[in-house]
């Protein structure tokens, strides 16, 4: 692994299995602009999980996986680093140049030093965590704040709507799911968040 966490704005498509047509519309989101993708299994990894992985990592886009201890080393050899749970453990090797994230519901990261970025959220009400309390801009600003100089990316509810709230409140980007790869057209979306995020800056 030899990967570099792309510039400022970054936008990772965090994928979701039960989305149809989910290499097809995570490609075009890349196509759109996404500069990063986070791979997440709904149970164990399997073969299909590592083949969207190569796919998608065919299209030059650094690609993260979160990894259940039965991933195989396979998986673990083509991604270009983990994304952690809050609360999981930090591996115990990583390969050179791997990247390592982890996800945050506060203010602090465990291994901060030794990670590359950091997901922030829920920002804004999600489908995804459906009734679930939204932590809003303010919270997102904290986050950002304390945990600098490391990036951390907003997540729940990012839309081209409020992408630049979350660029303007400290965030190097957002991590999207269904505000893309549901969208009618996912490339325009991914460009559409990437625009307002740009404009921000």
Not at 10 to 15: F, G, K, Y
Not at 138 to 166: F, H, M, W, Y
Not at 175 to 184: E, F, K, W
């Amino acid at each position: 692994m030899n990967a570099t966490l792309p510039a400022p704005p970054i936008l990772m498509l965090v994928t979701d299995p039960s989305i149809p047509d989910l290499a097809a519309r995570a490609a075009a989101g890349i196509d759109g602009g996404a500069n990063m993708v986070r791979i997440r299994p709904a149970g164990p990894w399997r073969d299909e999980h590592t083949e969207l992985l190569r796919s998608l990592r065919r299209r030059g886009t650094p690609a993260v996986i979160i990894c259940p201890a039965d991933a195989p080393e396979e998986a673990l050899a083509v991604a270009d680093g983990v994304h952690l749970a809050e609360d999981a453990l930090y591996p115990g090797e990583m390969p050179p140049g791997a990247l390592v994230g982890r996800s945050t519901h506060g203010e602090r990261v465990g291994d901060a030093e030794r990670l590359d970025y950091a997901v922030f959220g829920t920002v804004f009400a999600s489908a995804t965590h459906p009734g679930g309390r939204a932590a809003g801009i303010d919270a997102l600003k904290r986050a950002c704040q304390a945990l600098s100089p490391l990036p951390v990316l907003a997540i729940g509810g990012v839309t081209a709507v409020n992408a630049a709230e979350c660029v303007r409140a400290g965030a190097a980007g957002a991590a999207a799911i269904r505000s893309v790869l549901l969208a009618d057209d996912p490339a325009k979306a991914a460009a559409d968040i990437i625009q307002a995020m740009r404009e921000a800056i």
